[in-house]
T-cell receptor
Framework: GAGVSQTPSNKVTEKGKYVELRCDPI?????LYWYRQSLGQGPEFLIY????????DSGLPNDRFFAVRPEGSVSTLKIQRTERGDSAVYLC???????????FGPGTRLLVL | AQRVTQPEKLLSVFKGAPVELKCNYS??????LFWYVQYSRQRLQLLLR?????SIKGFTADLNKGETSFHLKKPFAQEEDSAMYYC?????????WGAGTKLIIKP
């Protein structure tokens, strides 16, 4: 079946602009996670959803970052007033429950100029 | 603080030689540990998790609570094992990751 998909695969933007990154989880998966991976590092947790609600957003670096999952399926990560330090690969994962394996999407590579 | 350490950024071994990728963790409680692999131009995928105690693609990993380690091992490396390997620890439903080890298998 279809895996986790993320769009766009690459995004180049200018400092100060707003961006939205989309994640389509595996159908039926109730848990959805966002991670950020900077060059040479492992992924870093940002936020996870159980259904429509954000169960843990403790990893969001500041209030410029926000994520939604209004219908409990697709999720959008929103970054306001982007900064060069936001440049990274943003990974999305989903699982059938919080105790099950997380399946990852291909990531969105964000470059802030 | 919870932390995962992979001390080697790069590990290069010859085909047919044994492989050991090191992972150490810091966690108060009973850890749930994973190894993920990322082949070139592919997405992260689960290789194994300690509770399943499976051997996947010839790899095994044993949790050593005394040494707080979860090293990944394979007795005979194959060229297709070349990839990035990440060790991860689950804490409150989120994964805490090591920085990864790039494994290169030389022919």
């Amino acid at each position: 079946g279809a895996g986790v998909s993320q769009t766009p695969s690459n995004k180049v933007t200018e400092k100060g602009k707003y961006v939205e990154l989309r994640c389509d989880p595996i159908s039926g998966h109730t848990a959805l996670y966002w991670y950020r991976q900077s060059l040479g590092q492992g992924p870093e947790f940002l936020i996870y959803f159980q259904g429509t609600g954000a169960a843990d957003d403790s990893g969001l670096p500041n209030d410029r970052f926000f994520a939604v999952r209004p219908e409990g399926s697709v999720s959008t990560l929103k970054i306001q007033r982007t900064e060069r330090g936001d440049s990274a690969v943003y990974l999305c994962a989903s699982s059938s429950s919080t105790t099950e394996t997380q399946y990852f999407g291909p990531g969105t590579r964000l470059l802030v100029l | 603080a919870q932390r995962v350490t992979q001390p080697e950024k790069l590990l290069s071994v010859f085909k047919g030689a044994p492989v050991e990728l090191k992972c150490n963790y810091s966690y108060s409680g009973s850890p749930e540990l994973f190894w993920y692999v990322q082949y070139s131009r592919q997405r992260l995928q689960l290789l194994l998790r300690h509770i399943s105690r499976e051997s996947i693609k010839g790899f095994t990993a044993d949790l050593n609570k005394g040494e707080t380690s979860f090293h990944l091992k394979k007795p005979f490396a194959q060229e297709e094992d070349s990839a990035m390997y990440y060790c991860a620890l689950e804490s409150n439903y989120q994964l805490i990751w090591g920085a990864g080890t790039k494994l290169i298998i030389k022919p």
